[in-house]
């Protein structure tokens, strides 16, 4: 076996993680090349002082007597395993009626539901709309919310740590500031679909969630486009609409990006609440655009 | 640590389960807590991480089949803790595994780990992209077979071979530095390949 041979598998060697045959091939030539033998006894050196640091750490104290409590106090063991899996969103549905709860996407516990779930709404709205509606879907409906609600601040320095352009965290007090009564920002990440990068934004009244959707708009991505009219103008920048089911959709447009707000509001809210926003939002994108 | 059991249950079921809960799982702390606290970077984050995790592995106690590995069982409830906090928070850079399984090890400098502090060791690990720095906890620290970390990460065991391949050579070009810049170890050899 040659150094080229050797140091190529050298990792997975000294993990123990070839076959007999091959760490005996490595062996032999650890045996009589002292270069590679030298990077064996290196690396190995490296591991163990790695291990050695990283277990120096040991829990906080108490935290081991905080988690016997919690569990202590848990009384009964759980039944069924499905809190881990089902929604928030989906459950606050459950009065609604089961039936109705399954058209609108409730019950989809696994991934693969929720992906065919979405697929099934998809040729339900214009091909630019569903950009906005499969990720609402996607990320809001069918993921918790968080049980503590960060500050604005909180969330913007989370996207900036991102690399996020920090211009963009003007969006959370504009977006913040004309939302319908009760409904505070809970949210805001960086998300994917179908390879396609979100600025995510989610605010919710407990019950309900909106969904603020910004994404990169890619050739020949328009509204007007697929979408039979305006259904109404922020100083002048038009705002497109469609719904499916209970999802309402309202967006625009800037020269680089797709803006969507996605809900289950009544139709005239989700649109009325995206225009009071829509002009200034209009202008903080496109700071960032040139 | 020992606990004592909690009022009127020394017997029975629930007990039973307290007690194996107790002897199986809660020792794994300080391992859980320690690749939490290197996951995520911020002790509070690590803590609820832990506690959620020692949660849902309390309540989903009843899954887990008695003489398979109990730490790899929490330490898979503990990632799928972190990623869902990571997904909301979204903290953490996202790595795409297009690259191809890395040959350049050849290339990467062997530092000397003799005159290194942990704590530059520490720091370096600390400076890997999150993804990375996982497979090298689970793997080199934990100690856990490539398949094991597969299945606590829910990605490919080829994903995790590229992962840690890539990540002990950052780790080792940052060492090499850090050992560089007090006059020991590689600079000669380090400097010789970039020309
Ligand atoms: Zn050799
Ligand atoms: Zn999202």
Redesign the interface.
């Known amino acids: 076996m040659s150094c080229h041979e050797t140091l190529a598998i050298l990792d997975q060697y000294l993990d123990r993680e070839l076959g007999a045959a091959q760490m005996a091939a490595i062996e032999t030539h650890l045996r009589s090349c002292d270069s590679c033998g030298e990077t064996a006894a290196r690396r190995t050196a490296l591991r163990q002082r790695l291990r050695t640091a990283a277990r120096s750490m040991a829990a906080t104290p108490g935290l081991e007597t905080r988690i016997h409590s919690q569990i202590l106090a848990q009384h009964k063991p759980a039944r069924n395993h499905f809190w881990l899996l089902i929604p928030v969103a989906a459950a606050l549905l459950l009065t609604a009626g089961a039936w109705n709860h399954w058209q609108d996407g409730g019950f989809r516990t696994t991934p693969e539901a929720q992906r065919a779930f979405i697929a099934s709404l998809a040729p339900e709205v214009a091909a630019t709309m569903r950009v906005g509606l499969q990720q609402h879907i996607h990320c809001s409906v069918y993921q918790e919310v968080p049980s503590q609600f960060p500050t604005l601040e909180e969330l913007a320095r989370g996207l900036n740590s991102q690399g996020q352009d920090a211009r963009l965290a003007e969006l959370l007090p504009e977006m913040q500031s004309h939302l319908p009564a009760k409904f505070r920002i809970v949210d805001a990440h960086r998300c994917t679909f179908d390879q396609r990068l979100y600025l995510h934004v989610a605010a919710t009244d407990g019950k309900r969630i909106i969904s603020l959707l910004i994404t990169g708009r890619e050739e020949g991505e328009a509204f007007e486009s697929d979408l039979r009219g305006v259904a109404a103008q922020a100083a002048g920048l038009p705002i497109y609409v469609a719904g499916v089911r209970r999802f309402q959709l309202a967006g625009f447009e800037t020269p680089k990006h797709l803006v969507y707000l996605v809900s289950d509001l009544p139709a005239a809210e989700n649109l009325a609440a995206l225009r009071a926003m829509a002009s200034e939002m209009a202008r903080t994108i496109r700071n960032t655009e040139t | ?1 020992q ?1 004592p059991a ?1 009022e009127g249950s020394g017997t029975g079921a ?1 007990a039973d ?2 007690r194996r ?2 002897a199986e799982a ?1 020792p794994h ?2 391992d ?3 690749t939490a ?2 996951v995520t970077g911020d ?1 509070t984050r690590a ?1 609820d991480a ?2 959620e995790a ?3 592995g ?6 887990f089949e008695p003489g398979t590995n109990c730490k790899a069982w929490m330490f898979r409830i503990l990632f799928h803790v972190i990623q ?1 906090q990571r ?5 953490f ?2 790595l795409k595994d297009t690259e191809e399984f890395l ?1 350049a ?2 290339t990467a400098p ?5 005159e ?1 502090k ?2 530059e ?2 720091a370096s ?1 600390d400076r890997l992209p999150a993804d990375y720095r996982a497979v ?2 689970l ?3 934990e ?1 856990f ?2 398949r094991e970390a597969a299945e606590i990460l829910g990605i490919p065991i080829g994903t995790v ?1 590229s992962r ?2 890539r990540g ?1 050579r950052q ?2 070009d940052h ?1 090499s530095d850090a050992a560089a810049s007090f006059g020991i170890g590689n600079r000669g050899r380090k400097e010789a390949q970039k020309q």
Do not use: G
């Open positions: 640590m606990f909690s629930h389960r307290q809960f107790d809660l702390i300080h859980l807590f320690r606290m290197r002790r803590e832990v506690q020692f949660l849902q309390w309540k989903s106690f009843d899954r869902h997904r909301r928070w979204f903290r850079p996202v040959e090890n050849l062997e530092p000397v780990t003799e290194l942990d704590e060791i520490l690990l090298v906890l793997v080199d620290v100690e077979p490539y071979m840690l391949s002990r780790l080792r060492l």
